[in-house]
């Protein structure tokens, strides 16, 4: 087998589920339903932080049911790494910002520093208000420059894949929440 499988298949098979798909879909519901109370009459604009919000934007969107437009951002700072750096802008909204209420939506909160650099690259643009949403809140000892607005799960601190986060580019598609055991 091609030995980056064989990695992500060993990874799979020792990972500790920390939320099954089931949780995840109704903090999907809760969290539209907060979207919902919040910005029904706003018009507001989604972006979709690519590749990681995928998943949370595609199974928010059809939750909702009030006008808004949707588009997407590209900000990368792991590139299927399993640790940080700085940040690639691989693409921009092609939607002008200015004047417009924006819900930016990714799946994972983990330092804040992706989603600090959108929400500035957003008010930069003009936007009116800028609201976040992750789907999960990874929990850690330090500050974070960013609160979510909306949240869905508050997860443990380890390396985590499923519903949009990856290891080494592959699990996006994993249906629950599963910390890596060790990463290899
Ligand atoms: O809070 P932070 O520590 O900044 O990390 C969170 C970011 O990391 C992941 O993106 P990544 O850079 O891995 O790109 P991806 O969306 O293509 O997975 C995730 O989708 C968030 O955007
Ligand atoms: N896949 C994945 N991407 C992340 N980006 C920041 N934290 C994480 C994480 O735990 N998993």
Redesign the pocket.
Same mark, same amino acid.
């Given at each position: 087998m091609n030995p980056l499988l064989e990695e992500i298949d060993q990874v799979q098979r020792h990972a500790r589920q920390l939320h099954a798909a089931a949780e995840v879909e109704s903090a999907l519901d809760l969290m539209a339903a907060n979207i919902s109370a919040a910005l029904r009459d706003r018009n507001p604009l989604l972006l979709c932080v690519i590749n +990681?919000g995928i998943i949370a934007t595609g199974k928010l969107l059809p939750r909702l049911d009030f006008p808004l437009m949707l588009d997407s951002i590209h900000a990368s700072?792991?590139r299927n790494a /399993?640790s +940080?750096s700085e940040i690639h802008w691989l693409f921009t909204p092609t939607t002008p910002l200015a004047g417009r209420t924006v819900l930016v939506i990714d $799946?994972?909160l $983990?330092?804040g520093h /992706?989603l600090r650099a959108i929400v500035d690259y957003c008010q930069q643009q003009g936007a009116e208000a800028v609201y976040t949403a992750a789907l999960f809140d990874?929990q850690l000892d330090e500050p974070k420059p960013i609160a979510l607005d909306f949240v869905g799960l508050n997860v443990e601190n380890?390396?985590?894949?499923g519903y949009g986060? $990856?290891?080494k580019g592959y699990l996006r598609n994993a249906a629950g929440v599963y910390a890596c055991k060790e990463v290899l």
């Open positions: +990681g700072r792991y /399993t +940080g $799946d994972i $983990d330092e /992706t990874k380890h390396y985590l894949f986060m $990856d290891y």
